[in-house]
């Protein structure tokens, strides 16, 4: 509200010019004077002044109103902004592809849910170049991504590895050959592939093993392809696929061997052996994106920093 609004506002309170100035704390000419300034604007009076206490002319009733309805819209303003600043309302809209959405996400979903019920929490699932756009687009307020040339494109802040291993049907007969550096699935949760003692399997070990691929712009792809081209070896691509998850679990039911991240891995998974692999790029680096050159609210804020706690692997 302006000084000139309020000023007018509490004369209308006081019914008078010099207890309204004594209460604002300004002297009564000065007052009169920022009052005929708006008469003089608006060409009409706004007190009939010949009568005591002082009331409205019909010109005053409606700047008056109008005071009023300033005054509520501000509080409603203020209300809202407030329940910002408390996290009592929002939105937060997350860009994640089916691998994020599905093994690494849902725990980070659930705590913040819980911690700030009244943000409304909107999750885009796409693959990644389709997120890179959204965001850049500003039409998310965050996604991730392991790729270097995306990470230097946005404002990015580091979140968690995982590791890039060979998962094979126990029924496949490349187990016989490679029993020394098959791991269980125990074994992979307890990090043993992670040692630095812990046998390698390099691309030319597996040779012409068949494959299930994940189809061109999925980061796995790119990956996988890198290690062969690395080796000079080419891979033998059984089945292609769209989705990490899919993949995996038709190398359970004896589909094929398949390249997947050790964040998948699940104690009960008896169906898969698993090799960790000699390659610098089996090691990938997830980062948290946000959009370049934009305000972080609050909300989004802190969906930052708790998805900057341990992964749970759940």
Known sequence: MSPEMKYIFTVYQEGSFSKAAEKLFITQPALSIAVKKVEDEI???????????????EAGEVYIDTVKKTQLLEMERNQKLDDIKNLSTGLVRVGGTHFL????LPPYFAEYSRKYPGITLTIYERSSFEMENMLSSKDIDLTFSCKPEE????????????HVIFAVPVTDSFNDRYREKALSAADILSGRHLMPDTPKLSIKEIGDQKIILLRKGNNLYERVLEMYLEESVEPHVRLDLNQLVT???LAEAGMGSVFTSDRLVKKWDDRL??????SPLASRTFHILLASNAYVPIAVQKMVDLLQKPVLNS
């Open 43 to 57: 060409g009409m009076p706004l007190f009939d002044r010949r009568r005591k206490p002082l009331t409205l002319t």
């Open 101 to 104: 959405n599905s093994y690494i």
């Open 151 to 162: 990470i230097r494109k946005f404002p990015n802040i580091r979140m968690f590895e995982d």
């Open 247 to 249: 993949a995996y679990h």
């Open 273 to 278: 052996l698993f090799y960790p692999l000699a």
